[in-house]
């Protein structure tokens, strides 16, 4: 069955580094997520990301973070000045089709800011 | 912006009963509704869906109903059994956007 993958499971960085979340969306999807939750807290959407180019994206989306699609298979996250704040699982998600239709999650990375 | 409500945190239930767990949203324009379940460290799965049209959708053990007028919807799961036990997230749609309630906790004594 066909599954999104998330690399690494687990990432670990200092408070100011960048660091870069990956996915691999099922192959055939064409709308790409970005969620995280903090501990103990809710799912909350970041940004969703269709024909190269976002197209919605929340508050907590500001311009520590950006989205990439670099080769048509591979979707990141950067988040280029990392606060401790930032600490979360981040859940990549992908969906066939615009609209009546569920999305399919990864397993998550946990970013942990020290 | 609390557009999907989850207002209980957690649920306990006996195996064998049903469990009934509940959502609100705010927004209209949601045309599509979804139930997730997660376990810890794990991704949200897939659950079961219901179109704006409809007012309810069954699959097994699993009936979403759904209440436009109240905008409400209820995930029912009959029986409950105890992998039934996780987090269950009710999510709404609309175009591309994916919206998540805060989640209710399900655990099923055995």
């Known amino acids: 069955e066909p599954e999104v993958t998330q690399t690494p499971s687990h990432q670990v960085t200092q408070m100011g580094q960048e660091v870069i979340l990956r996915c691999v969306p099922i192959?055939?999807?064409?709308?790409f997520y970005w969620y995280r939750q903090i501990l103990g807290q809710k799912v909350e959407f970041l940004v969703s990301?269709?024909?190269?180019?976002?197209?919605?994206k929340s508050e907590i989306f500001d311009d520590q973070f950006s989205v990439e699609r670099p080769d048509g298979s591979n979707f990141t996250l950067k988040i280029r000045s990392t606060k401790l704040e930032d600490s979360a699982m981040y859940f990549c998600?992908?969906?066939?089709?615009?609209?009546?239709?569920?999305?399919?999650f990864g397993q998550g990375t946990r970013l942990t800011v020290v | 912006d609390q557009q999907v409500k989850q207002n209980s945190p957690s649920l306990s239930v006996q195996e064998g009963r049903i469990s009934i767990l509940n959502c609100d949203y705010t927004?209209?324009?949601?045309?599509?509704f979804l139930w997730y379940k997660k376990y810890p460290a794990e991704g949200p799965t897939f659950l079961i869906s219901?179109?704006?049209?409809?007012d309810k959708n069954e699959d097994g053990r699993f009936t979403v109903f759904l209440n436009k007028s109240a905008k409400h919807l209820s995930l029912h799961i009959v029986p409950s059994q105890p992998g039934d036990s996780a987090v269950y997230f009710c999510?709404?749609?609309?175009?591309?956007?994916?919206?998540f309630g805060a989640g209710t906790i399900l655990r099923v004594k055995s």
């Open positions: 998600a992908s969906r066939g089709y615009r609209g009546r239709t569920e999305a399919f």
């Open positions: 192959s055939n999807h064409l709308y």
């Open positions: 990301f269709y024909n190269n180019e976002i197209s919605e």
């Open positions: 927004n209209s324009m949601f045309d599509y």
């Open positions: 219901i179109s704006s049209i409809k």
């Open positions: 999510a709404a749609s609309v175009g591309n956007k994916l919206v």
